[in-house]
């Protein structure tokens, strides 16, 4: 079946860019995701890529896409405290329910 | 952006007692919702899909007599909860889905704790 694999830790200082990996199975993903997890609440969406895409950039945030080696990254310039969280990547085939599959999750530990 | 509200955002109860959880999209109308749970230090784990109209689709091992879901309009959705026993003490989200193409948007999650 699918699988989505994340590395569980990562430890940046603060003003530092931090690059959170991820690597899927399922080669007909349609988009990609990464989701922000604060203690004790929901998920919140950060961005998002559709397949034929190989990078989006929004503010801080970029996102690579490697299709050919079913490999997505999150590259968070200059970190903050606040970006102190667990990040979930997650793929579906899109379509009409764009069911989920997510990733393990990286918590992300910014050091001041 | 699209906001879903999930009501109410922690319970705490006696076991034997049923427990009703609410999911709004508030500025979108939801085509399918999720109904998720997740245990401590885990990723999110998919219980039940849940289309307006239409009876839930539930994910293996998911007991669709605990876990009741309804859907009756486009913008909320119900998780219920029955007869909730300390093992089904979890944080549990929601997430709604406006159609094709569209990203799912979460809820905050309700924390339940049975007693």
């Known amino acids: 079946g699918e699988d989505v694999e994340q590395s569980l830790f990562l430890s940046v200082r603060e003003g530092d860019s931090s690059v959170i990996n991820c690597t899927y199975t399922?080669?007909?993903?349609?988009?990609l995701y990464w989701y922000k997890q604060e203690p004790g609440a929901g998920l919140q969406l950060l961005t998002y890529i559709f397949s034929n895409m190989d990078m989006k950039q929004d503010q801080r945030l970029t996102v690579l896409l490697n299709k050919k080696d079913k490999h997505l990254s999150l590259r968070i310039a200059d970190t903050q405290t606040g970006d102190s969280a667990i990040y979930f990547c997650?793929?579906?085939?899109?379509?009409?329910?764009?069911?989920?599959?997510f990733g393990t999750g990286t918590l992300l530990a910014v050091q001041p | 952006g699209a906001v879903v509200s999930q009501h109410p955002s922690r319970v705490i109860c006696k076991s034997g007692t049923s427990v009703k959880i609410e999911c709004r999209s508030l500025?979108?109308?939801?085509?399918?919702m999720f109904w998720y749970r997740q245990f401590p230090k885990q990723s999110l784990m998919l219980m039940a899909t849940s289309n307006e109209g239409s009876k839930a689709t539930y994910e293996q091992g998911v007991e669709k007599d605990k876990f009741l879901i309804n859907h009756a309009s486009l913008t909320l959705s119900t998780l219920t909860v029955t007869s909730a026993h300390p093992e089904d003490s979890s944080f549990y989200i929601c997430?709604?889905?406006?159609?094709?193409?569209?990203?799912?948007?979460f809820g905050d999650g309700t924390r339940l704790s049975i007693l």
């Open positions: 500025d979108f109308q939801a085509t399918t």
């Open positions: 997430s709604a889905y406006g159609g094709y193409n569209q990203p799912q948007h």
């Open positions: 399922d080669s007909s993903s349609t988009y």
């Open positions: 997650a793929e579906s085939g899109g379509g009409a329910t764009n069911k989920l599959i």
